[in-house]
């Protein structure tokens, strides 16, 4: 799974994620509560994935991302297998979308400073 993000790890931003032999997933977050949340949700044809984060700062240094997936809405049923992958993929997938936003924040911190 790759992941790419359009823009700064804000609400309004956009996030793309590949899986191989799928189309795109393309998804917006919704909420950024600096450095303790965020949640993003992926729109459906009448469903909706959202997805809620969790960072919690370990003793000692580094980050526990916690993730926790919702699946609604009229057409839920007919993505749930499609969904189920994200199950399968979560713990590889956090480390390289955890890069992408690490990334983005070095991104925004070096045009930050150059202005």
Do not use: N
């Given at each position: 799974?790759?992941?790419?993000?359009?823009?700064p790890?804000?609400?309004?931003?956009?996030?793309?994620?590949?899986v191989?032999?799928?189309?795109?997933?393309?998804?917006?977050?919704?909420?950024?509560?600096?450095?303790?949340?965020?949640?993003?949700?992926?729109?459906?044809?009448?469903?909706?994935?959202?997805?809620?984060?969790r960072f919690?700062?370990?003793?000692?240094?580094?980050?526990?991302?916690?993730?926790?997936?919702?699946?609604?809405?009229e057409n839920?049923a007919?993505?749930?297998e499609?969904v189920?992958?994200f199950?399968?993929?979560?713990?590889?997938?956090?480390?390289?979308?955890?890069?992408?936003?690490?990334?983005?924040?070095?991104?925004?911190?070096?045009?930050?400073?150059?202005?």
């Open positions: 799974m790759e992941f790419e993000l359009d823009g790890f804000a609400p309004g931003s956009k996030l793309t994620s590949r191989p032999g799928q189309e795109p997933w393309h998804s917006v977050i919704r909420e950024v509560h600096a450095e303790t949340a965020a949640s993003i949700e992926m729109l459906l044809a009448e469903a909706v994935l959202r997805f809620d984060w919690d700062e370990l003793f000692g240094g580094g980050t526990r991302i916690t993730q926790r997936l919702t699946l609604s809405g839920a007919a993505y749930a499609e189920a992958i199950e399968k993929t979560v713990p590889e997938g956090m480390k390289k979308l955890a890069a992408v936003l690490a990334q983005a924040e070095a991104d925004s911190r070096h045009a930050g400073s150059a202005g």
